[in-house]
């Protein structure tokens, strides 16, 4: 693909419609995952998830979700680069990234052993468990999205 070519989105199965059971557990699990954390840094979480993923719905989503909850553009546009710009950035958050990028990306090494460490110091068990279920959910909804071809500026959450 160049740079003129866009992507063109052909109607694909509508998920929440033809699996109603499964969509409605996902959205349960995603609640539930979320209990206990900081929405900002759920927020930030699910943009390095869909980042990384290459899911451009939910990274629309999930920007306009932050700032909605009033996350700063500034961050905003670190998050991609968050190592290198660590000082806007929490050693929370920081070790929270960390964990969902080796989540995200476990073929390529699994979670090693001080990422999990440098989240575990930052996080108390509960928080810890609801970190890896928002990554779990995130990378789901991400490859539900890509799955189905969803059209990125729009927002079906409404709609069921």
Known sequence: MTNDETVTRVPRIDFAKAAPKAFKALIGFDAAARQGLDPALV??????????NGC???????????????????RLHMVAVWREAAR?????????????????????????DDVYARAAAHFDESELAGLLALIFTINTWNRIALSTAKVPGTDERVAH
């Open 43 to 52: 927020e930030l979480v699910q943009i390095r998830s869909s980042q990384l």
């Open 56 to 74: 451009a719905y939910c990274l629309h989503m999930h920007t306009t979700d932050a700032r909605k909850a009033g996350e700063s553009e500034e």
């Open 88 to 112: 806007f950035f929490t050693e929370k958050e920081q070790a929270a990234l960390a964990l969902t990028e080796a989540v995200t990306l476990v073929s390529r090494g699994g979670v090693p």
